[in-house]
């Protein structure tokens, strides 16, 4: 029996991290049905952002690596489309697979679009409903370009439904006639299997001196953030206020690093960029989560701990509707009250929204059938 080929995409960490879970389930369940060709853009180059995560997660060694490197949105994008069709015209898959919204999943959905591979696009129907930002315009185009889309949350079906796609349209399914399921979150996934793993391979805590202390993890990475000095200091200063209560953990991402350079406070714990499996452990065991990352967001509702958005606008509005999150900008004074009430008020109730833990299984079949 000829096997499905598949090439993935992935070029930035939260790629890296979701198609562990697709991997682990090809290897588990499909190694005979399916074969995976795993395509690193380069767009995430460092170390620790990057070849970490393979090594720890165990995902298999990319097949290609396009080494684009850190550019201008054009001059990333256009080297990855060049890239990727090439590999595209000598793999001759049976679908590329894209996930979120980087400049990685725009130039695979352009270059496979334009010579009609099919696309499989993973967490597809996100909206912030903000076009300033570069990531809803990736995750706009490559839906649009998509002939299977799976959603992780009902919003992200609704969003879809609302834009033109068909809720129950039967087969062929072609990129003029694509199929949307609501299939869970591979994140949800992946944190419920490297959960317990985290907790016996990684010793951050030990290391930070914080096993069983309270601590809040802090992340900070969107340019809308960090090249507006304005924001940015509100930000830090609001983080200077709060850690005068309790101990804030700051893995510092390089695009934050070099616009912070002369940022510090007793008590917030700069760190360099962690593993996965050390980001586990501090969602974990945090009191609270203050971040701009859409993943992050997510990974702390997994782990139930409430959510401090340093954003104006959320993907994920099923947490913020059930109060584990709240939305404050980078305005000093909510972000202030907000991580104070959630200090002394957690909350209690966490509703099952990201699915069952099988969404990459549920996935695979779905393009096999």
Request: aromatic letters at 8%.
């Amino acid at each position: 029996m000829n096997k499905m080929k598949i090439v993935t995409i992935i070029g930035a960490r939260p790629q890296i991290i979701k198609a562990a879970a697709l991997s682990r389930a090809i290897k588990e369940r499909y190694a005979d049905r399916i074969q995976e060709i795993i395509v690193h853009t380069g767009q995430h180059y460092d170390d620790n952002m990057s070849q970490v995560f393979f090594d720890e997660l165990g995902i298999p060694k990319p097949d290609y690596n396009l080494h684009v490197g850190s550019a201008s949105h054009g001059v990333q994008t256009a080297k990855m489309i060049e890239g990727i069709e090439q590999i595209l015209l000598d793999e001759k898959p049976d679908y590329i697979v894209l996930y979120g919204d980087t400049n990685s999943t725009l130039a695979g959905a352009v270059a496979a679009s334009k010579i009609h591979v099919p696309i499989v696009h993973i967490e597809a129907g996100l909206r912030s409903f903000n076009k300033s930002m570069p990531e809803e315009i990736n995750r706009i185009v490559c839906d649009h370009c998509s002939t299977l889309l799976f959603t992780p949350t009902r919003a992200g079906f609704d969003n879809l439904v609302k834009e033109g796609f068909k809720a129950n349209n039967e087969g062929p399914y072609t990129i003029d006639n694509p199929k949307v399921y609501h299939c869970g979150d591979i994140m949800y996934d992946n944190s419920l299997h490297f959960s317990a793993i985290a907790d016996q391979k990684a010793d951050l805590l030990s290391r930070l001196g914080l096993k069983g202390k309270p601590y809040v993890l802090a992340t900070l990475h969107r340019d809308s953030n960090t090249d507006q000095p304005e924001r940015l200091h509100a930000i830090l200063d609001a983080f200077t206020e709060l850690s005068k209560d309790i101990t804030i953990v700051l893995p510092m991402h390089p695009r934050t690093r070099k616009k912070a350079t002369d940022f510090h406070a007793d008590n917030v714990r700069v760190i360099e960029p962690v593993s996965f499996l050390e980001m586990i452990q501090l969602e974990k065991h945090a009191r609270l989560v203050m971040t701009d990352s859409g993943g992050v967001q997510k990974e702390s509702y997994f782990f139930k701990k409430p959510c401090v958005i340093l954003r104006p606008e959320t993907e994920w509005v099923e947490i913020v509707q059930t109060g584990a999150a709240t939305l404050v900008d980078a305005d000093y004074d909510k972000i202030i009250v907000t991580s104070r009430h959630y200090l002394q008020h957690p909350p209690m109730d966490f509703p099952d929204i990201f699915g069952d833990g099988h969404a990459a299984e549920f996935m695979l079949q779905s393009m096999l059938d």
